[in-house]
């Protein structure tokens, strides 16, 4: 099998649970203290061997190439300046990775914006996706966790986490099959269920690994009532055609896309500095 090099990040999101921020900035760029979340999934995708960086943006998403843009001219005063902590900063991108931009056109969904990396991953080949609010701190790299057992089958993965029930309606819920370790085979899932009729508690992460043939079934899903194409829809269907497996994430998930997930991201990687560690302390102290 191909090695897998290439990850698809979706970023034409509206992000309108951080309105007004995110009418000019795009939520994927929203920082972790300094870095934006946009930054650390990338981080995350070439650690596991990535290659080429597929954004699937919307028109308003230049910010996110510009995050990417070297600065020549401000990285030869910092290192003129002897201030080569500022320049690591300023690289946010190794030299050889690739990136490509693809308009998403209109915002239909994650299964749409998926459909629109088509063209750039080849029959044979498997290909990451990377949902960059999900923000993810774990000692072992999730996502290459994920190449690594797609790799042994070919078959499509997905990471998944146990969610509490007033929580699983915002996700894609697995029906499990027999867990052996972090590992499970999948036998069916299903878009943002009812707490009541969620076929398991574990919630499906933005992180996938998906053949190329998920595009013929992405290209053939229906809209859902919100005039979405869910990419759970079309994993529903790559069941029945290659299998779905599910590995369990270790380490701590912190979902961004709600204003409560983002704050204990920031205070969570706060904690960690020793300083900020010490002020967040004396003020809570305070509260
Ligand atoms: C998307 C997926 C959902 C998944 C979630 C993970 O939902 O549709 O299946 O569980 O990402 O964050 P969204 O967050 O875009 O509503």
């Known amino acids: 099998m191909k090695k897998i090099t290439k990850a698809v990040f979706p970023v034409g999101g509206m992000g309108t649970r951080f309105l007004p921020a995110t009418k000019s900035i795009p939520k994927e760029l929203l920082p972790i203290i300094d870095k934006p979340l946009i930054q650390y999934a990338v981080e995350e995708a070439i650690e596991a061997g990535i290659e080429t960086l597929i954004f699937i943006t919307s028109a308003s998403k230049h910010a996110i190439s510009d995050h990417f843009d070297p600065m020549p001219d401000l990285r ?52 990451a996706v990377i949902l960059a609010d999900d923000f993810i701190q774990a000692d072992k790299n999730p996502l290459r966790r994920l190449i690594e057992v797609a790799q042994t089958n070919g078959r499509a993965t997905i990471s998944v986490e146990s ?5 699983i309606s915002s996700y894609g819920v697995i029906a499990p099959d027999e867990w052996q370790g972090d ?36 290209a053939q899903t229906q809209m859902d009532h919100n005039q979405e194409i869910q990419l759970t829809d079309a994993l529903k269907e790559l069941i029945k055609v290659n299998g779905l497996q599910a590995v369990k994430l270790t ?18 990687v706060a904690m960690q500095d020793e300083k900020l560690n010490l002020q967040i302390r004396s003020y809570l102290s305070n509260c």
Do not use: W
């Open 163 to 167: 969610v509490e029930p007033d929580r």
């Open 183 to 218: 590992f499970v085979g999948v036998n069916d899932i299903v878009e943002k269920p009812d707490a009541a009729s969620a076929p398991s508690r574990f919630g499906v992460i933005g992180r996938y690994v998906l053949p190329q043939s998920v595009f013929s079934i992405l």
């Open 76 to 127: 030869a005063k910092f290192l003129r300046q002897n201030k080569q902590d500022l320049v690591n900063k300023l690289d946010t991108l190794p030299i050889e990775v690739k990136r490509v931009f693809v308009p998403q056109g209109q915002p239909l969904g994650l299964g749409h914006a998926v459909l629109q990396a088509e063209p750039m991953v080849e029959e044979d080949e498997m290909f």
């Open 251 to 268: 380490g701590e998930r912190f979902d961004c896309g709600s204003q409560e997930g983002f704050v204990l991201a920031n205070l969570h």
